[in-house]
């Protein structure tokens, strides 16, 4: 036990992202059955839900139970339509869908993005900025957790998931310092981590060193490119004629995903693409929530099937 059901939730304040594109892009109405994906907060899902009202249905899936708890009270007054929530990984919604009796859609949506809750609580250890366990597990029924990954991988597999995972250009000289500093102690904290990482990188950019570092290592845990890589077609596959599928990414390993799926379906004939480039936050929403400058929204219609 980790003890997360004995703590009281912290309390945060989540901005969902470009909510007014996304409402955009998806365009829901009365009645229509729609998946987010990725609940979080429930931001996007009030949003939704209040288009799809009255006898719409919303599924909301998410593989942490404290986002999933956060979203069912910020959407339990929606009394003209029918709400439920999954526990349980995006890449799953087929099994989970069809166990709550949805078997076709309207639409399903992606945010692919941190919730608050999940940055601002120490006890995650998702951020560096706040001291805590070396964590970063999203479902924390998960065995495997940061630690693990750094404390017991081979050097060159560290290396590998913080070039290839972070974009980070001194993956080689992060992973050798953390194989001889983990020879003396283990690493299980975030703050010796961040400061070990600083200590690896030379000079300073205008992010903090180890950004790529711990963005890597949560990739990884979590098998996040994984899951959306089964995860898009599986949504997709739910849609009906004229269903709309939104993502938003916040790194190019994830857009470039969504973008490859959208594109290969418009090939096929199975899509007609609604962002030819994908959107960015407005000037006003980068400067009132600085964490959607990295946005980047896709999104597709799914068309009928030609005789």
Do not use: Y
Not at 261 to 275: D, I, P, Y
């Amino acid at each position: 036990m980790d003890g997360a059901a004995d703590r009281p939730a912290p309390v945060f304040r989540h901005l969902p992202v470009m909510v007014r594109e996304t409402i955009a892009c998806l365009d829901p109405r009365p009645g229509q059955v729609f998946v987010d994906c990725t609940v979080g907060e429930g931001g996007h899902a009030a949003a939704i839900l209040e288009r799809i009202s009255p006898g719409g249905t919303l599924i909301g899936i998410d593989r942490d139970d404290e986002a999933l708890a956060r979203a069912r009270e910020r959407t339990m007054n929606f009394s003209g339509s029918r709400v439920a929530f999954a526990r349980g990984s995006f890449s799953e919604a087929p099994a989970l869908l069809s166990g709550l009796g949805i078997f076709r859609l309207d639409g399903a949506l992606f945010d692919l993005g941190m919730s608050s809750g999940e940055l601002l609580d120490p006890a995650r250890g998702f951020s560096f900025r706040r001291p805590g366990p070396l964590d970063m597990r999203m479902d924390r029924r998960e065995t495997t957790t940061a630690a693990d990954l750094v404390n017991r991988l081979p050097v060159d597999e560290l290396e590998r998931i913080i070039r290839d995972f972070g974009g980070e250009r001194w993956a080689k000289r992060i992973a050798r310092s953390i194989g001889r500093e983990r020879d003396r102690s283990p690493i299980s904290d975030t703050g010796r981590l961040a400061a070990l990482v600083a200590r690896a990188v030379p000079g300073r950019g205008r992010i903090h060193p180890a950004t790529r570092t711990f963005q890597a290592l949560r990739i990884a845990v979590n098998r996040e490119l994984e899951e959306l890589e089964k995860a898009l077609p599986a949504a997709w596959s739910l849609l009906g004629p004229g269903g709309r599928l939104c993502a938003i990414s916040f790194h190019s390993l994830e857009d470039g995903i969504v973008k490859r799926a959208l594109r290969s379906w418009k090939r096929e004939g199975a899509a007609l693409l609604l962002t030819a480039k994908p959107l960015r936050p407005s000037r006003e929403e980068a400067r009132d929530n600085p964490r959607s400058r990295s946005a980047r929204l896709r999104a597709a219609v799914k068309k009928a099937r030609e005789a």
